[in-house]
């Protein structure tokens, strides 16, 4: 019995599987998106898809292109370099972006670097940059999130070391404790990409 698990979050965790709270550790997301802010002066391919971060100047406004499809506009200070930044259909946020205020921003730059298309907009500054995709039917990946936060600091000590030390340290191999974290609450894609590698050599072998 887990007291911050509500009866109905288990019956959906049945439906997916998972029956213990160890079932839910090894339920291993399916993807990362990786939202890691890059420096505009070492963005050098402007194709690709980026997450910047600054400091909004001023309002933003709105425009209705078509029916289900609106513009919203505002500028941003990045890293010192004022930012037209565009992003669609999220008008309902137009209250919360001001002066001042912290945003980042997933998407794309033009050729000049000096306009932004927004896919998507976040405004907590201590928020990871590695968010993992559960794919949980039925429970949103940000609640599963902060159950997996929960789950690993209480049931840690439950985990069981399978690999030897001698394997972990001549393949250079971190321990099961540090793979369980960084592969469901992750905070930096290296931490990840270590998980996994340790992961599937447990996996292979």
């Known amino acids: 019995e887990v007291e911050f698990l509500s009866a109905k979050m ?32 070492e963005i050098t391919d402007v194709s690709k898809t980026v997450s910047i971060a600054g400091i909004v100047q001023g309002k933003a406004s709105v425009l209705n292109v078509k029916t289900n499809l609106n513009m919203m506009r505002f500028n941003c200070d990045v890293d010192g370099t004022l930012i037209k930044v565009t992003i669609f259909n999220r008008q309902f946020l ?57 789950l690993y600091y209480e049931y840690r000590h439950e985990l069981v070391e399978d690999l030897p030390q001698e394997l972990r340290e001549k393949y250079n191999l971190i321990p099961i404790t540090k793979a369980i974290k960084y592969i469901n609450v992750p905070e930096d894609i290296e931490e990840t990409r270590e998980a996994v590698r340790r992961i599937k050599f447990e996996e292979l072998l």
């Open 94 to 150: 137009k209250n919360k972006i001001g002066y001042g205020v912290y945003v980042r921003l997933t998407g794309k730059f033009d050729e000049t670097k000096t306009k932004f298309t927004a896919s998507e907009i976040a405004f907590n500054e201590f928020e990871n940059a590695i968010h993992p995709v559960f794919n949980i039917k039925g429970i949103d990946d940000n609640k599963i999130y902060d159950l997996k936060e929960k």
């Open 10 to 41: 288990i019956q959906t965790f049945k439906k997916s599987g998972i029956v213990t709270v160890l079932d839910l550790l090894y339920s291993f997301p399916s993807k990362f998106e990786d939202y890691t802010i890059v420096p505009i002066d």
